[in-house]
C-alpha cells in the first residue's frame, strides 16, 4: 500500500507565495510522475505541474513562469513553489504519483487526500 501526505496549504493574500510539500511512502519500488491537480469549487480537477523521475516537467499555461515543482527521488517527496499567487489560484491541491510497487509490475496512481489553498484578494 502507498500513501501520499500533503502539507503547506492555507491562506494568503494575492501576490504572496506559498509552498506544497507531499511525501510518498509505503511498499514503493519507483515513482515513476510526481504531479500537483488542483480543484476549484464548481470545477474540475486539473493539472498544475508535473515532473518524471528525470526531472522534465510540465505546467498548465495558467500558473508558468509563477509556480515550480521539484522532486526529491531518493525521500520520494515533490514539491510545489507557489509565488506571486492570485484569487483563482485558490482550490483544493492534490498531490497525484504514479507508483511501482514492491508487490506488482504495473504502476499505481496514487493521490494524496488534498490540501486547500485560498488566496484573499
Known amino acids: 500500500q502507498v500513501q501520499l501526505v500533503e502539507s503547506g496549504g492555507g491562506l494568503v493574500q494575492a501576490g504572496g507565495s506559498l509552498r506544497l510539500s507531499c511525501a510518498a511512502s509505503g511498499s514503493i519500488r519507483s515513482i515513476t510522475t510526481m504531479g500537483w491537480y488542483r480543484q476549484a469549487p464548481g470545477k474540475q480537477r486539473e493539472l498544475v505541474a508535473k515532473?518524471?523521475?528525470?526531472?522534465?516537467?510540465n505546467y498548465a499555461a495558467s500558473v508558468k513562469g509563477r509556480f515550480t515543482i521539484s522532486r526529491d527521488n531518493a525521500e520520494n517527496t515533490v514539491s510545489l513553489q507557489m509565488n506571486s499567487l492570485k484569487p483563482e489560484d485558490t482550490a483544493v491541491y492534490y498531490c497525484?504519483?504514479?507508483?511501482?510497487?514492491?508487490?506488482?509490475?504495473?504502476?499505481?496512481?496514487?493521490w494524496g487526500q488534498g490540501t486547500l489553498v485560498t488566496v484573499s484578494p
Open positions: 497525484n504519483a504514479g507508483v511501482l510497487t514492491t508487490s506488482s509490475y504495473r504502476i499505481l496512481e496514487v
Open positions: 515532473i518524471i523521475s528525470g526531472g522534465s516537467t
